[in-house]
């Protein structure tokens, strides 16, 4: 009984001591060589030394009761599996060819075909690293000048994927999940392989396409032709995710309906760009406007004003019009809404031009050729830029610089006064603060230019008559804005 219990003792000794060995053994198996990344015959060995590893594994578990166990071997497993896993993920990342990361996906099938007869926990767990070098190869953006071209042109029209007349975009995805498939044959279920190709198709398109998309559209140099085009086709390809659904669904026989089916985000990256694309283009427009805007040189002092608007205005008027002919093209209310927003931008603009603290002193001749060019923004607005505003909505923009420009012109404050603070009141979009403001800056022009002629007697008469109108609206300012 006492040899029977040393021999049970020593061989309790030596399974622990090969376990303890052989996991040792797998740690420097599984230690990748430095330059792995550089050629498939890197991968290759890796690999062969992993399968080698497990296939004598496998084997002393069938020939050799007790030495090793299947709770010992699948421990080993997952600790291979995760270092395996971590070191293609790293590896992978240096790599910029998608033609190797192919290859690399074909070498891990012949890897799980290898182990297909061994126990099933490896080949499930042969899935997972696929995965992850799939995750990677999403992430592999093509230039931005690829980007850009295939963003910028004229989309096609719509049809089916399996038809054959896909944009670009479309022929781009549809071919990647042919690829997969045939490279990913890994004897799964149609809903495994459905699911699969889903959760592909969805890093490629919430993955590398959004980030072209964002890179295109956020390049400093695009312009509004560019943005105009890119929302087009995004929403021509919003609309035609549904194929890319019916074509997936042809080669899987899995209906979108199954319960746990996997949903394609496709009309979501393809909105969310469009969404960007439509900002920008309000943007862009704006930082125009504002270019035009440094043009302006008003003589605020100016005895009369010119007979037309000033040159800048009259240019920037024309930009707009131009603009806005390429915008009838846009979807749904982006036109109309990027008409109102430079409308309101300009508007508020030409508002700070006019109220700036160094324009300390202002004529009324620079305020009339002022409302020239207001006259001509009105003018824009009237014309119908873009179609679909009812009335006179786009006027409105103007409203504030309007009422302003009238109430001084037609030097209407008993009016004002009178009405200030009641719904009807003619000049109801003044605030006596900008007024006030504007009215501090004509007191003190100069006699010379002969200013409110029509006012006064002399001088004197007109500083009177300002300093009234300014101190009633002082006590409007205090009573109803303290």
Same mark, same amino acid.
């Given at each position: 009984l006492g040899r029977v219990s040393s021999l049970q003792g020593a061989r309790e000794t030596f399974e622990n001591y090969y376990r303890k060995q052989r996991r040792k @053994?797998?740690?420097?198996? +599984?230690q990748p060589p430095s330059n792995m990344h550089e050629t498939l015959d890197g991968y290759r060995k890796y690999f062969n030394q992993i399968v080698g590893f497990f296939v004598v594994e496998d084997h002393v578990l069938h020939t050799t009761p007790g030495l090793v166990d299947r709770a010992y071997l699948e421990e080993l497993w997952d600790m291979a599996l995760s270092k395996t896993i971590a070191a293609l993920r790293t590896h992978s990342s240096y790599c910029s060819d998608p033609n190797l990361v192919l290859d690399l996906k074909n070498l891990i099938v012949l890897f799980a075909d290898t182990l297909q007869a061994s126990p099933p926990s490896y080949h499930s767990g042969v899935l997972l690293m696929l995965f992850s070098v799939?995750?990677? @190869? @999403?992430?592999l953006p093509p230039s931005d000048e690829a980007a850009a071209g295939a963003f910028m042109k004229p989309h096609m029209p719509a049809g089916s994927l399996a038809a054959g007349n896909p944009g670009s975009v479309q022929r781009d995805a549809a071919e990647e999940v042919g690829r997969s498939l045939q490279s990913e044959d890994l004897h799964l279920s149609s809903t495994e392989v459905d699911d699969m190709i889903r959760k592909s198709t969805n890093l490629l398109l919430t993955r590398t396409l959004s980030?072209?998309?964002q890179n295109v559209i956020k390049r400093r140099n695009v312009g509004l032709t560019e943005l105009v085009q890119i929302i087009i086709n995004t /929403?021509?390809?919003e609309k035609s995710c549904q194929f890319l659904e019916e074509f997936i669904t042809n080669i899987t026989n899995v209906l979108p309906e199954t319960v746990h089916t996997t949903k394609l985000y496709g009309a979501t990256t393809f909105k969310d760009a469009r969404h960007a694309a439509e900002e920008e283009i309000y943007t862009n427009l704006n930082q125009k406007i504002d270019q035009f805007l440094q043009l302006a040189d008003y003589d605020w002092m100016a005895a009369e004003p010119s007979a037309e608007a000033s040159d800048y205005l009259v240019d920037l008027i024309a930009f707009l019009r131009s603009t806005f002919a390429v915008f009838t093209h846009l979807p749904g209310k982006v036109a109309q809404t990027a008409c109102m927003s430079a409308c309101k931008h300009l508007s508020t603009s030409l508002m700070q031009l006019l109220l700036e603290a160094e324009v300390r002193q202002l004529s009324l001749g620079a305020l009339r050729q002022f409302n020239l060019d207001v006259e001509e923004c009105e003018e824009f607005a009237r014309s119908g830029p873009v179609p679909g505003f009812q009335g006179d909505t786009l006027q409105l923009a103007f409203i504030d610089l309007r009422q302003l420009l009238d109430l001084f012109l037609e030097w209407d404050w008993s009016t004002y006064l009178a009405d200030y603070g009641q719904p009807t009141c003619k000049y109801l979009r003044v605030n006596p /603060? /900008?007024? +006030?403001i504007l009215l501090e800056k004509m007191k003190d022009s100069s006699r010379k230019n002969n200013v409110f002629a029509q006012f006064r007697k002399n001088e004197r008469d007109k500083q009177k008559l300002i300093e009234g109108v300014a101190k009633q +609206?002082?006590?409007?300012?205090?009573?109803?804005h303290s």
């Open positions: @053994q797998a740690r420097l198996v +599984l799939r995750d990677y @190869q @999403q992430d980030h072209c998309l /929403t021509h390809l /603060t /900008t007024a +006030l +609206l002082r006590s409007l300012i205090n009573s109803h």
